[in-house]
């Protein structure tokens, strides 16, 4: 009875020691898998939160550089237009297309003739007969074609000093001819500064890099870190520019990093966002030594409570550690589901965009929260209908309809917002299943009424001179074309008066610049004394005027004007507390509506202005 007591006391002691070591392996396996879940779990999070960062960099530094482009394209096409010989100082510096002239601005614009040497710069700075021959900008941007950008390296400024980068653009003739580079040295540190404030925590570093090289601005350590080589760091092919993910050490700090980047629209430039990895393993770590702390009191406090109890108890006890077991699986499960639907809502929440799903049936299944989030009277599970109310759904009910029949939309629209117009933009993308089937759509609607202000203010800013108020050359071709087709339509008569002021170099030349400007001004202001409001005036460079009338009954009108003109110049100009005698010489030409074209009736005028000229000034000619 003993021995068999004692057979089945072995059979029992091998059993509960071969299901120990099983239940140890069970475990280890459970607690490893837990644990590499748990780091996976926390890395796709902090891949999440870098890859959203670089994007919403890459878009805001996309909209830097089209801004900055903008008064590219808008100050070389103005410049194109100047002949050769009046690329001067004078000449170009009103049509540097930028709102601000600050020395200290975020970016500022200069003209570069085409031997190399500064023109003139926007900011001030002193880049007159300055060489920038050697510089990539001038050499890369010369060689281009006139309607591409040319995005430069990280480079310190010739003349700034400042850690810059550059944007460029070539300027030639209408013929072609090859006039120059005008250039936009834009300021590193406030791109940096811009990173800073949108790093999420300490741990987060965010770079522009050129094509995945070159350092051009990054937050922290902007100083050490401008114009680093990152080529051994990005691993991708930085031809093809595209969204990645990557772990690699630091190359300033040394820690083991995970990064992500993003290009920035169709520019060789790209956005890298980085975290530590401790800032997501931390937590990885102390759970694995907890779990290994617990394993170990469980298995030494099981291992003596299998030596004393018996087989019954054994059994019953098996069955509460599994019970046990489950109870712990299905808490850390609600725990890893609770934890999931956090990140990703204060993810959407920090976007600064509405985010919303909507199903097949219009209705509301998410949204976001926040300034930017849902819509005023939103709740979850109700309908378009009834959370906009019938004028908006009206305007929207087709664009949905459009998504949820399978097509993206992206368009802008136009809303009244507490007594003021604003403008969205939507962009809804179809949400299909495996079968090819429309489940609803994702929108995206963002607040563009900033960007569509300071995009019509620089539209306004290259069509009107600075210093008078008055239209622009570009802005008077523009006219004289509607004006020629309004006489060719009414069979009424216009003219073109070209003039300028008499001897303007000695008004620089005795009174300065600044004297130049109010004589400039004062000569504006007596122009629109002496025609009618529906007339034009445009100042077309320096002391070059035109002057389009309409609607008049003979040539001898247009002349009476002239007149008009040059006695209303005759009083002195009070200029600074001094009087000086302004007087202007005036060429007027009489518009042909079936015959003549906006340069050439401007043509006919000048030449007009130049026999005034030559037969003694202060006086007209037609």
């Not at 644990?35 to 805001?60: C, F, G, I, P, W």
């Not at 005023?376 to 309809?401: C, F, M, N, Q």
């Not at 007149?563 to 007087?583: D, S």
């Amino acid at each position: 009875m003993i021995k068999e007591q004692n057979a089945g006391y072995t059979k029992f002691r091998r059993k509960l020691v071969v299901g120990y070591l099983i239940l140890c392996a069970l475990l280890f396996a459970l607690l490893g898998w837990k644990v590499l879940s748990e780091y996976e779990s926390d890395r796709q999070a902090a891949a999440a939160v870098t890859k959203n960062s670089a994007r919403a960099m890459a878009a805001h530094v996309g909209e830097i550089i089209d801004a900055v482009d903008q008064s590219l394209r808008i100050s070389a096409s103005a410049i194109s237009a100047l002949d050769e010989s009046a690329l001067t100082p004078d000449a170009v510096l009103p049509l540097l297309a930028v709102s601000s002239q600050a020395s200290d601005s975020r970016h500022w614009l200069l003209f570069i003739d085409a031997s190399g040497k500064g023109v003139v710069a926007s900011s001030g700075l002193p880049v007159r007969d300055v060489s920038f021959a050697d510089r990539s900008y001038f050499l890369d941007a010369s060689v281009i074609h006139a309607d591409q950008l040319h995005v430069g390296g990280p480079a310190i400024g010739h003349v700034s000093k400042r850690r810059l980068f550059f944007l460029s653009r070539r300027v030639e003739s209408p013929s072609g001819k090859f006039l120059g580079v005008i250039a936009a040295p834009v300021d590193a540190k406030r791109v940096a500064d811009v990173f800073e404030r949108a790093r999420l925590g300490p741990e987060m570093s965010i770079s522009l890099t050129m094509k995945g090289s070159m350092i051009v601005a990054r937050a922290p350590l902007f100083e050490e870190s401008f114009g680093a080589d990152l080529s051994g760091l990005v691993r991708p092919n930085p031809a093809v520019l595209i969204e990645g993910t990557f772990e690699a050490d630091s190359p300033f700090r040394g820690e083991r990093r995970l990064f992500s980047y993003t290009p920035v629209a169709s520019l060789p430039l790209m956005v890298v966002v980085g975290v530590t990895r401790d800032s997501w393993a931390a937590d990885s770590r102390s759970d694995f030594i907890a779990g290994l702390v617990g394993l170990a009191v469980a298995l030494i406090v099981a291992l003596f409570s299998g030596r004393v109890a018996l087989e019954q108890y054994m059994r019953l006890e098996r069955v509460e550690a599994s019970q046990r077991k489950l109870i712990d699986q299905l808490h850390c499960a609600k725990m890893d589901l609770a934890r999931g639907e956090r990140r990703l809502r204060m993810i959407a929440d920090s976007v600064t965009a509405r985010v919303a799903y909507v199903n097949a049936d219009e209705r509301y299944t998410y949204h976001n929260t926040g300034p930017s989030g849902a819509p005023s009277g939103a709740s979850l599970g109700k309908t378009l209908l009834e959370t906009h109310g019938p004028e908006v759904y009206e305007a929207i009910k087709k664009d949905a309809r459009q998504a949820l029949s399978g097509e993206r939309v992206d368009v802008e629209r136009i809303y009244v917002v507490d007594g003021q117009s604003r403008c969205f933009k939507h962009q809804y993308t179809p949400d299909f299943t495996s079968e090819g089937r429309v489940m609803g759509y994702y929108a995206m609607i963002t607040d563009i009424t900033e960007f569509k202000m300071i995009q019509k203010r620089l539209l306004h800013l290259a069509r009107v001179d600075g210093l008078t108020g008055l239209p622009n050359r570009a802005e008077l071709l523009d006219r004289l074309v509607t004006a020629l087709a309004r006489c060719r339509r009414t069979a009424t008569a216009m003219a073109c008066l070209y003039l300028d002021i008499d001897r303007f170099k000695e008004v620089n030349d005795t009174l300065g610049h600044a004297g130049g400007d109010c004589v400039l001004t004062e000569f504006s202001r007596r122009l629109r004394q002496c025609v009618r409001e529906s007339d034009t005036i445009a100042r077309l460079s320096g002391d070059e005027f035109a002057i389009v009338l309409e609607d008049i009954g003979r040539s001898e009108e247009a002349q009476g004007v002239a007149a008009k003109i040059i006695a209303c110049m005759a009083v002195p100009f009070n200029i600074e507390g001094q009087l000086r005698v302004v007087t202007t010489s005036i060429g007027v030409a009489l518009a042909n509506p079936l015959e003549d074209d906006p340069r050439s009736l401007l043509r006919a005028a000048d030449a007009a202005l130049y026999r005034a000229k030559r037969a003694g000034r202060n006086r007209l000619e037609s």
